[in-house]
């Protein structure tokens, strides 16, 4: 795609038949000519305006209409390189950049180190602005082959962290921040804060909770009263959740309680409560049960998110206790407003399985109300869990018609290997 002086000289010779003898003149002899051809002696700009000189009087010969322009002639490969990349992102669009990534790929190929940094994280930031997020994390991680400019490191290893965020490849951010965990931890900065936040959650993300609670740890005895102080005290508790250290779990939750904003609270009772599930205690379910539930009459207020989250601990907290009528009536709470569709999409259908799970016979027009109003939101979010509970549902309690209607909208939707 890119050819230097001496391949677009040899190219135009072969397009117009033009021999060596032919072309050198007076001024250069036929075996300088071939050295300049194979890349033995250099092609300088006086060469370059003669032989240009001497190819369009050739052409003009030969009747001929073509010229050859001496700047194009002379271009070299960077500076092609250089042009086309910027044509192309001054002029991007998406469609455009995902089919030209193979000659994005050349032009980068030729030009030197700093200048190939800067045209990866540029291409970079527009994929991942586009949710092109594979694409991207190639080019951030082509951006630190060689780079000894830590802080440009540390922003693109943020950038590749988030990215394995929505791209659920939490391995992928492990193997990075090890390759250069030492030189990251070299200072206290915000960045270093954010990339080793998400290192320990990686873990998490990965079950392996022994190492997610040390680097948690590790997070904040090197970094005192900074802002992800909250998230990561939390971290900690859900990491003693996880590995069955539930005594050690509420009582470091009871702690980070104290003095706490009202969401944050909310976020502390719904994994207490997480615990009392586990741990089947019904006494102390009961009583963070009790905790919640007074929140939710004394603070209810226009926060969407807010009111979802607590209502959604609610339900399950009802549905631990055996309460199911008090659980059905805050999982229903959940639907029972159009704006909800829009946000909280995962939370929501989790919600939904839950609820499928406890609704009865007598509860049929309520099921197919919700397949009705959701199956769109179920099919944009490849959710097939909780098409599988709409199948149980009316398999159990034999709607067939329902059934077989279900089924053949979700093989339209899904392939045999996601359900």
């Known amino acids: 795609m890119f050819l230097s002086p001496e391949e677009k000289l040899i190219k135009l010779r072969k397009k117009y038949k033009i021999t060596q003898k032919e072309l050198v003149g007076k001024e250069i002899s036929r075996v300088f000519l071939g050295m ?14 003669i032989l240009c000189e001497n190819m369009n009087n050739i052409l003009i010969s030969r009747g001929i209409e073509d010229r050859i322009n001496f700047d194009y002639l002379m271009e070299s490969k960077e500076e ?7 044509e192309l992102t001054e002029n991007i669009d998406n469609t455009s950049l ?11 190929f030729e030009l030197n180190m700093t200048e190939k940094r800067w045209w990866d994280i540029k291409i970079g930031d527009i994929l991942r602005d586009t949710k092109d997020r594979l694409e991207a994390r190639k080019y951030y991680k082509d951006s630190l082959i060689g780079n000894l ?18 791209l659920n490849d939490f391995k992928d951010t492990i193997l990075t921040v090890n390759k250069l965990k030492v030189q990251i931890l070299e200072d206290k900065t915000d960045l270093t804060l954010k990339i080793m936040y998400n290192y320990a959650y990686a873990f998490y993300k990965e079950k392996d909770y022994d190492n997610a609670l040390k680097e948690f ?5 090197r970094f005192k009263d900074n802002e992800l102080e909250f998230n990561i005290k939390n971290m900690i508790g859900v990491c003693y959740e996880q590995i069955g250290e539930f005594n050690k779990g509420i009582e470091y939750y009871e702690k980070l309680k104290k003095g706490r904003k009202k969401e944050e609270k909310i976020i502390i009772l719904g994994n207490l409560l997480s615990i009392a599930i586990k741990r089947d205690d019904k006494n102390y379910l009961n009583e963070i049960y009790q905790k919640i539930k007074q929140l939710f009459l004394t603070t209810l207020e226009s926060n969407d998110i807010f009111n979802f989250e607590l209502t959604l601990i609610l339900a399950r907290g009802a549905k ?3 309460e199911l009528k008090e659980s059905k009536k805050y999982y229903l709470q959940l639907f029972s407003e159009e704006e909800h569709l829009n946000f909280k999409n995962k939370s929501k259908l989790e919600a939904m399985s839950e609820l499928l799970r406890i609704l009865t016979k007598e509860d049929y027009l309520t099921v197919k109300g919700l397949e009705l109003k959701y199956f769109n939101l179920i099919k944009k979010e490849k959710n097939c869990y909780v098409i599988l509970e709409f199948i149980n549902y009316y398999q159990e309690n034999n709607y067939r018609i ?18």
């Open 36 to 49: 300049i051809e194979v890349g033995k002696r250099g092609f300088t700009k006086k060469t370059g305006k």
């Open 80 to 86: 092609q390189s250089k042009k086309y990349l910027v």
């Open 98 to 108: 995902i089919n030209s990534l193979w000659d994005v790929d050349q032009a980068i």
């Open 149 to 166: 400019d830590i802080k440009m490191v540390k922003e693109q290893i943020l950038e590749i962290a988030r990215l394995n965020y929505y």
């Open 217 to 221: 740890k590790d997070l904040l005895r």
């Open 320 to 322: 631990a206790l055996g």
């Open 402 to 419: 329902d059934l077989n209607s279900i089924l053949n909208n979700s093989l339209k939707t899904f392939s045999v290997d996601n359900l």
